[in-house]
């Protein structure tokens, strides 16, 4: 227990004391929010689906959280490269115990990037349908960051160092994310698209995340609930067991 | 007199390069025992063995009493290691290292403390104890990862070349201090290094390791008689031959400490 908390412990020190990377991380999400928020939110709402900072926010929030999920976990690799890692290993705790606080700590610092996104959001004039719905909104927020920490936790175990980085943000991050309907409603796609987005994970973060902030659904929070806890589980347990056979 | 460290036949295979050739030998408890040889003669990978981090490709290994393979939590629980490449968290003071190791070791919270301050002022880090390691030089750091291996009371500590890159004076503060850490905690000490001077000064006994098989066994003085040399470094280079090593294993190194630097 107590080494759960000092692994998420340390998470979150090393995040807020890295400002650079902190307002860094803004840039993406923001230059999303107000490229595409003003300059296609005309052509949506003169198609008639109301506007489109509404639509894109809980897009945006959930992209952030993406990002930063999968790099926390991937930050791995540089505890690895560094040398703190071993550290960890040779100590008498579990590889899952650890593999948990990272887990944790790095899905905390992802979902604090969330929330900054969201309060910009709010700052540009987007408002959430209900404040009842915001705890829903949270706990979307909560299992979107969980996922790709996980997911990014799984990749870092097999990679060696940071050079495949930008083949995994151009393949698998960028598709996860311009495939989830974050930037555009998945209603009446043709039928290939149609197809993958629905087999995207992320997908169902983002529909479960909307209807909580705006009230417009495809999936239905049942079935998003259930995708995103599966496949965080299933993340989970593959990063632990190849967590547990890296050696260094 | 007891094994603390047992090792029966061990080898270790990297895909079919052989980095350490069946090799066996056993340290008595309070015993300062020193693993010299050549740059890739294979003692880091021994040290990885016998402290659970890689598993031997053959043989057996005994740490305490423990299995490293099979009961690693208690293999684990019984030493401290300060490894040959860094391992400390730079974006964490010093004092933060120290309790996330605490914590990790499942160290009482009331010994913490008094522990905690002990070592800090031990290696002379007191007044640093706030700083962010990032701050630190190579020396400070070496002193701080020192403190840490001893936080948790191990019975033994493995010491994977601790001098390379420190100054003359930080060299022997920490053999005096190793020295004083086996007498009077009655700590086994296994430490690797480069430097025979320091092995003949400071180990009870030595083996020495080429190309993964070790090649003698003894107390400094043994050796010595053994080969009819003067010095245990004269005995080392009778035993080893003067040949140059191939420093794979550096040069492996220094590429990647490049690769770092270069993503910084
Ligand atoms: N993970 C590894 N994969 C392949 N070869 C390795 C690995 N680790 C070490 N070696 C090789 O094993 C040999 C022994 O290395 P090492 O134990 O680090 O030597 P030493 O610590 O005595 O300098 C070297 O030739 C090194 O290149
Ligand atoms: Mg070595």
């Known amino acids: 227990m107590s080494t759960i908390y000092i692994l998420w412990l340390r998470q979150l020190k090393r995040y807020s004391r890295s400002k650079a990377r902190m307002i860094g991380s803004l840039g993406q999400p923001l230059l999303f929010l107000v490229a595409l928020g003003y300059g296609f939110g005309p052509i949506y709402e003169k198609a008639g689906q109301g506007n489109y900072?509404?639509?894109?926010?809980?897009?945006?929030?959930?992209?952030?959280?993406?990002?930063?999920?999968v790099f926390s976990g991937i930050e791995i690799i540089w505890d690895r490269q560094f040398g703190?890692?071993?550290?960890?290993?040779?100590?008498?705790?579990?590889?899952?115990?650890i593999m948990i606080g990272r887990t944790l700590g790095g899905a905390t610092v992802a979902m604090i990037q969330g929330i900054i996104i969201f309060l910009i959001t709010l700052l540009i004039g987007f408002r959430p349908e209900s404040l009842a719905l915001l705890p829903v909104a949270f706990v979307f927020m909560a299992l979107i960051a969980i996922m790709f920490t996980a997911l990014g936790t799984a990749i870092a175990c097999v990679l060696e160092d940071m050079q495949a980085f930008p083949l995994i943000m151009n393949f698998l991050v960028m598709p996860l994310f311009f495939l989830s309907g974050a930037m555009f409603p998945?209603?009446?796609?043709?039928?290939?698209?149609a197809v993958l987005t629905r087999l995207d994970p992320m997908s169902y973060g983002v529909d479960g995340l909307r209807g909580a902030l705006i009230g417009m659904m495809e999936f239905g929070y049942a079935t998003d609930l259930a995708v995103l806890v599966i496949i965080s589980a299933i993340l989970l347990a593959i990063g632990s067991w190849l967590f547990s056979r890296i050696q260094v | 007199m007891t094994h603390i460290i047992e090792a029966h036949g061990v080898t270790k295979k990297f895909k079919d390069f052989t980095a350490v050739n069946n090799i066996s030998f056993t340290v008595n408890k309070g015993e300062i025992f020193a693993f010299l040889g050549p740059n890739g003669a294979g003692k880091t990978t021994t040290i990885k063995m016998l402290t659970t981090l890689l598993r031997p490709t053959e043989g057996k290994i005994k740490l305490d009493g423990h299995d490293p393979v099979h009961e690693q939590s208690d293999a684990r629980r019984s030493f401290g290691i300060v490894f040959q490449d860094p391992s400390l968290d730079d974006e964490l003071t010093a004092q933060e290292n120290m309790e996330l190791h605490a914590a990790l070791y499942s160290v009482p919270k009331d010994i913490r403390k008094t522990r905690l301050e002990e070592l800090l002022h031990f290696v002379d880090l007191w007044d640093r104890k706030n700083s962010l390691v990032k701050e630190f030089s190579g020396g400070m750091k070496r002193r701080l990862e020192i403190a840490r291996s001893l936080l948790h009371h191990p019975k033994i500590l493995f010491l994977d070349e601790p001098t390379i890159g420190l100054d003359p004076q930080t060299r022997n503060h920490l053999w005096d201090y190793v020295g004083k850490l086996n007498k009077e905690e009655g700590i086994t000490v296994f430490l690797t290094t480069h430097y025979m001077e320091e092995a003949d000064k400071v180990a009870h006994r030595v083996a020495i390791i080429d190309h993964g098989n070790i090649v003698a066994t003894g107390t400094p003085e043994e050796l010595k008689k053994q080969t009819e040399t003067k010095t245990l470094e004269e005995a080392f280079l009778k035993l080893t031959g003067n040949a140059?090593?191939?420093?794979g294993a550096n040069a492996m190194e220094g590429m990647r400490q490049a690769r770092k630097m270069w993503r910084r």
């Open chain 1, 53 to 69: 900072i509404d639509f894109i926010a809980p897009g945006v929030i959930a992209m952030s959280i993406l990002f930063t999920a």
């Open chain 2, 244 to 247: 140059i090593r191939d420093e």
């Open chain 1, 186 to 193: 998945l209603k009446d796609l043709p039928g290939p698209i």
């Open chain 1, 84 to 97: 703190f890692l071993k550290e960890t290993l040779v100590a008498p705790v579990s590889r899952t115990t």
